[in-house]
């Protein structure tokens, strides 16, 4: 009886793909695994080596290679992989990080085991960068043992979890349509989860998280009209979700995406859509005065029309 399913999700990561599941064959535990590898139709020779690894580990490791891009930045693959789980328990690993602790598995099983009311459990992990920046620990000293569903909505993102740090129950049978749109599956994982148990910490360091160009994180493109709305709808059937018990808290940090859209490129020449966001954003986010103001100025009144304001409160001084 399988106790974990491993599930690696990969997309043309023929770099760091062996780093992963090798990360993964070196676990050691006391109750069997199983290692689901899911390739999103990649086409830089991903899926031939998760194929060898296939011939060499038969029954442990299993490819679950897809006739075609899935999209969503890899979300419905890891969706209908996770559908041939059998594990008790999940953990999850995008295929450019990789575990650096053997006993990763057996730590987070048995803390799930020891607190039924916990839904997932996930450890500290170290942050590397492609381009040579320093690399530093996600999580800092001050950490408590488990958090709440309190502890994952602001008015900001709220980030602290990497995909490789992660270990969930196997006990979500039917994903919300809602969740299949988002880009990000962190985040509404997350949030899921958070409705059916506490969030518990290991502070252990015992994975890897890279940044680099090949990454999901990379599809996150803050100026870009499609990335933005795709977060402000996320967030909004998160508040759905949630049943609008942090209504407040989470109209402000959809606010957040209409300001970020009054300079995304494509409304760059667009007054009157422009003007609208900004109306959006004033209404939602209820920032400060300063904040009101720069706004109407930069984004509402019209360009012509502040030129003109402007050379008129200049004349008495010229």
């Known amino acids: 009886m399988v106790k974990v399913s491993v599930l690696i999700i990969t997309y043309n990561q023929h770099k760091f793909i062996r780093a992963a599941i090798d990360s993964a064959l070196a676990q050691q535990t006391t109750f069997p695994i199983e290692i689901l590898v899911g390739d999103d139709f990649s086409t830089d020779g991903t899926r031939e080596i998760i194929q060898e690894y296939e011939r060499k580990h038969p029954g442990l490791i299993i490819g679950v290679l897809h006739p075609y891009n899935m999209g969503k930045n890899g979300g419905i693959n890891c969706l209908e992989t996770l559908k041939l789980a059998k594990g008790e328990y999940y953990a999850l690993m995008d295929g450019d990080d990789y575990w650096t ?8 099983a048995d803390l799930l085991d020891a607190h039924p009311d916990y839904s997932t459990v996930f450890n500290n992990a170290l942050i590397t960068y492609e381009d040579g920046s320093p690399s530093h620990l996600l999580n800092g000293p001050v950490m408590k043992p488990y958090y709440t569903m309190d502890d994952l909505i602001g008015e900001d993102e709220i ?8 270990m969930f129950r196997n006990n979500i049978k039917e994903y919300p349509a809602w969740f299949r749109e988002s880009s990000s599956g962190d985040i509404p994982r997350l949030i899921l989860k958070a409705k059916l148990g506490k969030i518990g910490y290991i502070p ?4 890897v998280y890279r940044k680099n160009r090949g990454g ?17 709808q996320m967030y909004s059937d998160i508040n759905r979700e949630l049943d609008y018990r942090y209504d407040r808290v989470l109209r402000r940090n959809i606010a957040r995406y209409y300001r970020m859209m009054l300079d995304a490129k494509q409304y760059k020449n667009s007054y009157f859509r422009r003007a609208q966001l900004a109306l959006k954003y004033l209404y939602l986010g209820k920032p400060d005065w300063q904040k009101t103001k720069d706004v109407i100025r930069n984004y509402i009144v019209p360009q012509p029309l502040a030129k003109l304001y402007s050379t008129i409160r200049l004349l008495p001084h010229r």
Not at 160 to 165: G, I, K, L, W
Not at 204 to 207: H, N
């Open 101 to 108: 602790d053997p006993l990763k598995l057996q730590k987070q």
């Open 159 to 166: 980030w602290f979890m990497a995909t490789s740090s992660t």
């Open 204 to 207: 252990d360091v015992m994975s």
């Open 216 to 232: 999901a994180s990379f599809a996150d493109n803050y100026a870009d009209e499609t990335f933005l709305r795709n977060r402000i």
